[in-house]
């Protein structure tokens, strides 16, 4: 038998928003489940910031491969609707405020009951239960709030934060691991169950590296380490200016220590005793920061980051966006691909970074225009007649 994707057979009710929920149902689509996005009169919130320049893009990426359905759920017909796509789901994701769902009648419990197989996975800020729970929780905010942003920056200057919204895709890809392990319990007991992933939670492991600093240094409050090792436990570790940009290197070793000095014609401070291990370079940092950007900024970064590939040293340059996205190692292995979309013309859309062996990454299909497939949900799968598809429009459910 040939392979087939992972999800294939699954049906999801997708009421996710923004970034956290639709992402997770967008990796969730591209391992081959069928994704029926939910979305009220005017769409989606992110789908509204497309009358911003530019903000289309966000929603186009997040929302490949999903079938689009209107459906307004503070209508009693409403509500019947999505329990009867509840009964034929295995899969409901959102993430509103937490009560929210259950304040329009339609929380886990009174879904679970039309569906004991159904699994409801649930993205929130801060969790649905303890003292912040009802907090508003934003990227920005759970950054403020987790401690992203007092460690990004520079130690001389106010706290930054992190420029990705690492808070939401970080709860996403959560919350999709939490989907797909409850399936696989279901598998073996015939149960779902609710997941549920707080956004704070999700990005607190991240912070390996400045807790190490935190608790050596007696549970004293770190300094900001701009580009520095988040522990200062790592040196060279840093981003060098060259004659024409920056470049990134980090020595997690001997032998890229000295590797890095190969390159740099000075092998003589092998022997220096200043330098001879990690502990002692991590203790004169300065000077190792000074040696090494005095070297690369005597270079182009282009040719810099070829040298030090020669000399397997681990560097990377500091690119732009504009190099990113056509970046051809990611358009060689389909991560990113061009695509005419019907509502945005030419964008590069992001494939999952999930691989399955034995199958392509799936074949990008754009998202569309509000409530695209309303026929093909409500009448094709639902098996609503027409007059009554007629009548979900003329009162305003669908």
């Known amino acids: 038998m040939s392979a ?20 997770c149902t967008f990796l969730m689509a591209m391992a081959g489940a069928t994704i029926i996005k939910i979305e009220a009169k005017g769409g989606e919130n992110l789908r509204r910031r497309s009358v911003v320049g530019g903000a289309a893009l966000p929603f186009a990426m997040l929302n490949s491969n999903k079938r689009f359905a209107t459906l307004d759920l503070k209508k009693p017909r409403g509500r019947e609707l999505l329990e009867q796509m509840v009964r034929r789901a295995d899969v409901l994701v959102e993430n509103f405020a937490p009560g929210a769902m259950e304040r329009l009648g339609v929380g886990y419990e009174a879904l679970k009951a039309i569906n004991p197989r159904l699994v409801y996975g649930s993205g929130s800020g801060y969790g649905l239960s303890g003292p912040n ?4 929780a934003m990227d920005l905010t759970v950054q403020a709030m987790a401690g992203i942003m007092n460690v990004t920056g520079y130690p001389d200057r106010p706290p930054v934060k992190a420029g990705p919204a690492l808070c939401d895709f970080f709860g996403g890809v959560h919350l999709y691991g939490a989907i797909v392990t409850a399936l696989y319990e279901r598998e073996k007991t015939g149960v779902g169950r609710r997941v549920e992933v707080s956004m704070q939670e999700a990005v ?7 807790l190490g600093l935190h ?7 770190p300094p900001r ?15 060098y200016p060259t004659a024409d940009g920056y470049l990134a290197i980090i020595c997690v070793n001997e032998t890229h220590w000295h590797s ?5 014609e000075r092998e003589d401070l092998a022997a220096d005793p200043r330098y001879a291990d990690l502990k002692s370079r991590v203790e004169h940092m300065d000077e190792i920061d000074e040696l ?15 040298l030090l590939m020669r000399h397997r040293v681990p560097c990377a340059p500091v690119r732009d966006l504009d190099e990113v996205i056509n970046d051809r190692h990611m358009h060689a292995r389909r991560a990113l691909e061009w695509v005419e979309h019907p509502m945005y ?6 494939n999952s970074p999930l691989r399955f062996d034995g199958v392509e990454p799936m074949q990008i299909q754009p998202s569309g225009e509000l409530g695209r497939d309303n026929r093909a949900v409500y009448g094709d799968w639902l098996g609503l007649a027409e007059d009554e598809m007629a009548r979900l429009v003329n009162d305003g459910v669908i």
């Open 4 to 23: 087939g994707y992972p999800l294939q057979g699954l049906t999801v009710v997708d009421l996710g928003q923004i970034y956290n929920g639709p992402y």
């Open 260 to 264: 890095l000095l190969k390159a740099m």
């Open 133 to 136: 729970k009802n907090y508003p």
């Open 204 to 210: 607190y492991a991240s912070l390996a590296s400045n």
């Open 225 to 239: 380490t701009g580009n520095r090792h988040g522990g200062l436990a790592e040196s060279p570790y840093n981003v």
């Open 345 to 350: 013309g030419r964008v590069c859309l992001p």
């Open 215 to 221: 608790f050596s240094a007696g549970n004293g409050v």
């Open 292 to 306: 090494v950007g005095a070297f690369t900024s005597r270079h182009d970064k282009q040719a810099l980051f070829d």
